[in-house]
C-alpha cells in the first residue's frame, strides 16, 4: 500500500481524532488539520522507531456507537453466554497488540455523529456535522454540486482505488448510510442517499449514485471490488419491485437501476440473499455487490428470522477478504458494525451488545485469514453512547439483569427504593424508529415524513432524547476495559431489555 495511505491509517487520521495540546482554532482549514494529524504521527512513530513503514493490506473495524462501556458489557455477555462468569472474557479484538484512547469532536460540535467522525477517519480532517468527507468551508445542506465539488476531501479508499489496490466496504447498515458513505462518497448531506432523498433544488449527486459513478471509466480506479450491506431500496428506481420484500419497491425517482448499472459498469454480480451470497465463488468475484435489506440489515439477534436469509457480518468480512485477496499490489477493506449504534439509539442493549459480538467474531474471522506481517488491523469506534453501568452488582451477575450485590439474594435498591439494572441510558428511554430496520435519526432537509415511536419505561418516566445527541467521548481504538461503580440511579429509567414488548422491533 502506498506509504501516504499507510501513515493516514497509522495516525488513525490523527488530526481529527488524537491531537497535540495546542489548541485547533475555530476556522481550522482542512490544511490546518492535515498539519495536526502529521504531527501527531511524527510523535507516534517517534515512540516506536522500528515500526514498519508500509502494510500491504490495510482492514479498518468500526463499531458504530461502540464506547467503553459497550465494549465492557459485551465482553461480559459473551462470557455468560459462554457460561462463565463474564469479566474475564475477552473479545477478539481485545487480545491485539496495542491500545489506545482517541478524543474525538467534530469542527462545529462537542460531540460529533458519525459524518464527521468517519470523514475525519477517511480524509485526515475535521469537517461539520451532517456532511460526508468535504471541509468544514461548507455549511450542512449546501445544495450546489460546484460548492461540494470544490470542497471534497480525498479518501483513503479512494487514494487506495487510484494507487491500483483492490477495496472493499461492508456494513450492516445501509451501504448510503453515513460511515460506509464516508468512504467512496462527498456530499454537504449525509441524509441525501437516494435522489428522492435530496430537495428539489440540490445538484449534489445522491450517495448511492456516487458508489457507481465515481468509479471505473472516467474515474477513480476500476471500482470496489466488494460492496456489502442493506440499503437495496435505495439503489432501485422506484418502478421495481423489490425482490424479497412483497409489496415494496425502490424509492429512486430517476429511472436509474444502480444494481443493473453496477453489473454493466464493472462487469461485476449482485445478490441480494443467502443463496446468492453463498454461490458467489471469491475466485472468480471481480466486483460483488451485496443488498441484503430495503433498509439496514437485521440486528444479529434477529438475522436467523430473516425472510431471505442474510450472511453474518463474519461471513461478509471473511468473503471480502478472499475476493480483495487476489490483487498482488494489496487492499483496503473497511468493516462496520453498523447497528450497535442502532440498538444504543432505541434504549436495546441486547441488541447493542450481540452486535459489538458480532463484530468479534468478524475481527476474529479476518485475523484467521491474513498475515499480521502485511496486514495492519485496526479496531475502532467513531463515537459513543450514553450507556451506564451502575451499583455493585456480584461478579457473575447477569449483565442485562437488575443490580444483585454480593451476599445479597435480592436486587439491591435505589434512592427510590425500586431495583434497578446494571445497564442504563442517561437520556431515558430515547427516540426510536417505528419501522423495522430504519435509521434512529430523524430525517434532515429535503427529506420526507418519518414515522417516530417515544418509547417509556414507566408511564411516570417520560425521560426523552431528541435528535442525535447522545453519544459520549473518548471512544476507544482497538479495546480498553472500564472498571467504575457509578452510584446507583434515582429513578429507574433504564431499558437494558430485550423484550420485542418494549423495544424498538
Same mark, same amino acid.
Given at each position: 500500500m502506498p506509504a501516504s495511505c499507510?501513515?493516514?491509517?497509522?495516525?488513525?487520521?490523527?488530526?481529527?481524532?488524537?491531537?497535540?495540546?495546542?489548541?485547533?482554532?475555530?476556522?481550522?482549514?482542512?490544511?490546518?488539520?492535515?498539519?495536526?494529524?502529521?504531527?501527531?504521527?511524527?510523535?507516534?512513530?517517534?515512540?516506536?522507531?522500528?515500526?514498519?513503514?508500509r502494510a500491504r493490506n490495510v482492514i479498518l473495524f468500526v463499531g458504530d456507537g461502540m464506547g467503553i462501556t459497550t465494549i465492557t458489557a459485551a465482553r461480559i455477555l459473551e462470557g455468560q453466554q459462554k457460561g462463565g462468569s463474564g469479566e474475564d472474557n475477552s473479545l477478539a479484538f481485545e487480545r491485539l497488540p496495542f491500545v489506545a484512547l482517541s478524543k474525538t469532536y467534530s469542527a462545529n460540535q462537542q460531540t460529533?455523529?458519525?459524518?464527521?467522525?468517519?470523514?475525519?477517519m477517511m480524509t485526515g480532517i475535521k469537517t461539520n456535522d451532517g456532511v460526508i468527507s468535504i471541509a468544514a468551508t461548507v455549511p450542512h445542506g449546501e445544495p450546489a454540486r460546484e460548492?461540494?465539488?470544490?470542497?471534497?476531501?480525498?479518501?483513503?479508499?479512494?487514494?487506495?482505488?487510484?494507487?491500483?489496490?483492490a477495496t472493499g466496504v461492508v456494513s450492516t447498515a445501509r451501504l448510503t448510510h453515513a460511515t460506509p458513505a464516508a468512504c467512496y462518497a462527498h456530499t454537504s448531506a449525509r441524509d441525501w442517499e437516494a435522489d428522492s432523498d435530496r430537495p428539489a433544488d440540490a445538484t449534489v449527486p445522491d450517495i448511492a449514485a456516487q458508489l457507481i459513478d465515481r468509479f471505473g471509466p472516467g474515474g477513480i480506479g476500476d471500482g470496489l471490488e466488494v460492496a456489502l450491506g442493506g440499503g437495496r431500496e435505495k439503489f432501485l428506481p422506484a418502478r421495481t419491485r423489490d425482490p424479497e420484500d412483497r409489496g415494496e419497491r425502490g424509492v429512486r425517482r430517476d429511472g436509474r437501476d444502480l444494481t443493473r448499472e453496477w453489473r454493466r459498469k464493472f462487469g461485476g454480480s449482485f445478490v441480494h440473499d443467502r443463496a446468492g451470497f453463498e454461490a458467489i465463488d471469491p475466485a472468480r468475484s471481480t466486483h460483488l455487490l451485496g443488498l441484503f435489506e430495503r433498509s439496514h440489515m437485521e440486528y444479529e439477534a434477529g438475522r436467523a428470522r430473516d425472510t431471505g436469509g442474510e450472511p453474518s457480518l463474519?461471513?461478509?468480512?471473511?468473503?471480502?477478504?478472499?475476493?480483495?485477496?487476489?490483487?498482488?499490489?494489496?487492499?483496503?477493506?473497511?468493516?462496520?458494525?453498523?447497528?450497535?449504534?442502532?440498538?444504543?439509539?432505541?434504549?436495546?442493549?441486547?441488541?447493542?451488545?450481540?452486535?459489538?459480538?458480532?463484530?468479534?467474531?468478524? !475481527?476474529?474471522?479476518?485475523?484467521?485469514?491474513?498475515?499480521?506481517?502485511?496486514?495492519? !488491523?485496526?479496531?475502532?469506534?467513531?463515537?459513543?453512547?450514553?450507556?451506564?453501568?451502575?451499583?455493585y452488582p456480584a461478579r457473575g451477575n447477569p449483565i442485562l439483569g437488575k443490580v444483585v450485590e454480593p451476599g445479597a439474594s435480592a436486587p439491591a435498591l435505589a434512592a427510590d427504593g425500586k431495583p434497578y439494572t446494571t445497564l442504563g441510558y442517561a437520556n431515558g428511554a430515547?427516540?426510536?424508529?417505528?419501522?423495522?430496520?430504519?435509521?434512529?435519526?430523524?430525517?434532515?432537509?429535503?427529506?420526507?415524513?418519518?414515522?417516530?415511536?417515544?418509547?417509556?419505561?414507566?408511564p411516570r418516566t417520560r425521560i426523552f432524547t431528541r435528535r442525535r445527541w447522545c453519544h459520549w467521548s473518548?471512544?476507544?481504538?482497538?479495546?480498553?476495559?472500564?472498571?467504575?461503580?457509578?452510584?446507583?440511579?434515582?429513578?429507574?429509567?433504564?431499558?437494558?431489555?430485550?423484550?420485542?414488548?418494549?423495544?424498538?422491533?
Amino acid at each position: 500500500m502506498p506509504a501516504s495511505c499507510v501513515a493516514l491509517l497509522l495516525a488513525l487520521a490523527g488530526a481529527a481524532m488524537a491531537c497535540g495540546d495546542a489548541p485547533a482554532p475555530r476556522d481550522a482549514t482542512a490544511d490546518d488539520w492535515a498539519a495536526r494529524g502529521a504531527s501527531a504521527l511524527a510523535e507516534s512513530r517517534a515512540l516506536f522507531p522500528g515500526m514498519p513503514e508500509r502494510a500491504r493490506n490495510v482492514i479498518l473495524f468500526v463499531g458504530d456507537g461502540m464506547g467503553i462501556t459497550t465494549i465492557t458489557a459485551a465482553r461480559i455477555l459473551e462470557g455468560q453466554q459462554k457460561g462463565g462468569s463474564g469479566e474475564d472474557n475477552s473479545l477478539a479484538f481485545e487480545r491485539l497488540p496495542f491500545v489506545a484512547l482517541s478524543k474525538t469532536y467534530s469542527a462545529n460540535q462537542q460531540t460529533p455523529d458519525s459524518a464527521p467522525t468517519m470523514s475525519a477517519m477517511m480524509t485526515g480532517i475535521k469537517t461539520n456535522d451532517g456532511v460526508i468527507s468535504i471541509a468544514a468551508t461548507v455549511p450542512h445542506g449546501e445544495p450546489a454540486r460546484e460548492a461540494v465539488a470544490a470542497a471534497e476531501q480525498p479518501t483513503l479508499l479512494e487514494l487506495a482505488e487510484g494507487a491500483g489496490l483492490a477495496t472493499g466496504v461492508v456494513s450492516t447498515a445501509r451501504l448510503t448510510h453515513a460511515t460506509p458513505a464516508a468512504c467512496y462518497a462527498h456530499t454537504s448531506a449525509r441524509d441525501w442517499e437516494a435522489d428522492s432523498d435530496r430537495p428539489a433544488d440540490a445538484t449534489v449527486p445522491d450517495i448511492a449514485a456516487q458508489l457507481i459513478d465515481r468509479f471505473g471509466p472516467g474515474g477513480i480506479g476500476d471500482g470496489l471490488e466488494v460492496a456489502l450491506g442493506g440499503g437495496r431500496e435505495k439503489f432501485l428506481p422506484a418502478r421495481t419491485r423489490d425482490p424479497e420484500d412483497r409489496g415494496e419497491r425502490g424509492v429512486r425517482r430517476d429511472g436509474r437501476d444502480l444494481t443493473r448499472e453496477w453489473r454493466r459498469k464493472f462487469g461485476g454480480s449482485f445478490v441480494h440473499d443467502r443463496a446468492g451470497f453463498e454461490a458467489i465463488d471469491p475466485a472468480r468475484s471481480t466486483h460483488l455487490l451485496g443488498l441484503f435489506e430495503r433498509s439496514h440489515m437485521e440486528y444479529e439477534a434477529g438475522r436467523a428470522r430473516d425472510t431471505g436469509g442474510e450472511p453474518s457480518l463474519a461471513e461478509m468480512t471473511a468473503k471480502a477478504i478472499d475476493i480483495l485477496a487476489r490483487n498482488p499490489r494489496g487492499w483496503f477493506l473497511m468493516v462496520e458494525g453498523g447497528r450497535i449504534d442502532h440498538g444504543h439509539h432505541a434504549g436495546n442493549a441486547y441488541r447493542a451488545l450481540t452486535d459489538t459480538i458480532a463484530l468479534s467474531d468478524a !475481527v476474529r474471522a479476518a485475523l484467521a485469514k491474513v498475515d499480521l506481517r502485511e496486514t495492519l !488491523v485496526i479496531v475502532t469506534a467513531d463515537h459513543s453512547h450514553v450507556f451506564t453501568m451502575a451499583g455493585y452488582p456480584a461478579r457473575g451477575n447477569p449483565i442485562l439483569g437488575k443490580v444483585v450485590e454480593p451476599g445479597a439474594s435480592a436486587p439491591a435498591l435505589a434512592a427510590d427504593g425500586k431495583p434497578y439494572t446494571t445497564l442504563g441510558y442517561a437520556n431515558g428511554a430515547g427516540l426510536h424508529d417505528g419501522a423495522t430496520g430504519a435509521a434512529p435519526y430523524p430525517r434532515g432537509r429535503g427529506s420526507g415524513p418519518r414515522r417516530r415511536t417515544w418509547q417509556r419505561s414507566t408511564p411516570r418516566t417520560r425521560i426523552f432524547t431528541r435528535r442525535r445527541w447522545c453519544h459520549w467521548s473518548p471512544r476507544p481504538t482497538a479495546a480498553r476495559t472500564s472498571r467504575s461503580s457509578p452510584a446507583a440511579p434515582r429513578r429507574n429509567t433504564s431499558t437494558a431489555c430485550r423484550s420485542r414488548a418494549t423495544c424498538s422491533t
